[in-house]
């Protein structure tokens, strides 16, 4: 923008007036996290229209995640899609750049036939919640083997069961629960308006998917 300067501590915006003009927003990719995932859990498809491979936002790239784990995606100038039809496959990743989708790729995982090793994000644990003991414990109530260290956690697959699992008021977490309820019956979340801190419409969103 003409006559804007960039400083180390601070940002010089000369007086003007604003003028009408349009913008396309693209989805929020973090948001597109559930659906998504949704496909790699409970095979089938779905897409995200607007999401395309120019995305500005990292968490864009979690369809790559979930291609690692045998889901087949295209990501193009159109938008996102992702479907399964195979095996889903436990995978060793860093996810220092998708640290929010973490609780989403863990309920993913607990579907694989093999285990997976999620590291890099030992800060996740100062988030609205401890996002990797908290979401541990949950998972292990409804009987999928995690477990936390200091680095990430591991999540070895097996059969989850019936289960009421806490949110920790964390709306992350509470996503990602109620992945696991589509894919295994019985998952109760509490506090479940804790969705409306980012996708106020969100359990709207699971029903369909149903």
């Known amino acids: 923008m003409p006559g804007v300067e960039l400083g180390d501590r601070i940002i010089t915006v000369p007086a003007g007036r604003y003028s009408a003009r349009q913008f396309t927003i693209e989805p929020d990719a973090s ?26 936002q990292g ?94 956690l591991i999540v070895r697959p097996g059969a989850a069961h019936t289960a009421t699992l806490a949110t920790h008021h964390d709306h992350r977490l509470a996503m990602a629960f109620a992945l696991l309820g589509l894919g295994a019956s019985g998952i109760i979340v509490e506090d479940p308006d804790v969705v409306s801190k980012s996708w106020p419409d969100f359990w709207t969103m699971i029903e369909s998917l149903r």
């Open 59 to 152: 968490d864009a790239a979690f369809c790559q995640v979930l291609a690692r784990m045998g889901c087949e995606v295209v990501q193009d100038q159109w938008g996102t899609t992702v479907s399964r039809h195979g095996d889903l496959h436990g995978i060793d990743i860093n996810m220092v750049d998708l640290s929010d989708l973490v609780p989403t790729l863990a309920v993913v995982a607990a579907f694989a036939n093999s285990p997976t090793d999620i590291h890099g994000v030992a800060f996740i644990r100062n988030k609205e919640s401890d996002r990797l003991s908290d979401l541990c414990r949950e998972l292990r109530h409804a009987g999928v083997d995690a477990v936390d260290n200091p680095d990430g």
């Open 31 to 56: 948001s597109a996290s559930y659906p998504l995932a949704a496909a790699a859990i409970c095979g089938g498809r779905v897409r995200v229209p607007g999401l395309t491979n120019t995305s500005l």
